[in-house]
């Protein structure tokens, strides 16, 4: 089953730790990534963008409504992803311990919904 392991960023975390903690999470990702793609886990990665650079949409009374910004103020805010294909919800726990960051910041695990047999 896919799961969706998101990173969350506390920027005032980030930001009190020194460089050589810094480094260790970034190290610390590229043997992640390397782990997981050894074990056949690995389906997707990626970094975003800060949320400052975002832009809200929304479609009222059929008119688009765009606000730059995330959608909602707060401390913590979605700064990547891991999608894994795990044996079990579990296992896919584990990995998301193993991330770097979770040592500082929060690390959610989702599974993918199918329909049909097919992702969406």
Not at 7 to 22: G, S
Not at 53 to 70: K, L, M, N, W, Y
Not at 89 to 99: F, Q, S, T, Y
């Amino acid at each position: 089953m896919k799961y969706l392991l998101m990173i969350y960023m506390n920027p005032t975390v980030w930001e009190k730790l020194d460089d050589a903690a810094r480094q260790e999470v970034f190290d610390g990702h590229e043997r992640f990534i390397k782990m997981i793609t050894e074990s056949g886990e690995m389906v997707h990665t990626k970094a975003l963008a800060d949320p400052s650079q975002s832009s809200t949409v929304r479609v009222r009374d059929g008119a688009t409504v765009v606000t730059d910004g995330p959608y909602l103020e707060a401390k913590e805010f979605l700064a990547g992803y891991y999608l894994v294909d795990t044996e079990t919800k579990d296992r896919a726990i584990e990995l998301a311990a193993m991330i770097p960051d979770a040592k500082y910041t929060a690390m959610e695990v989702r599974p993918l919904m199918e329909f049909g047999g097919e992702d969406v």
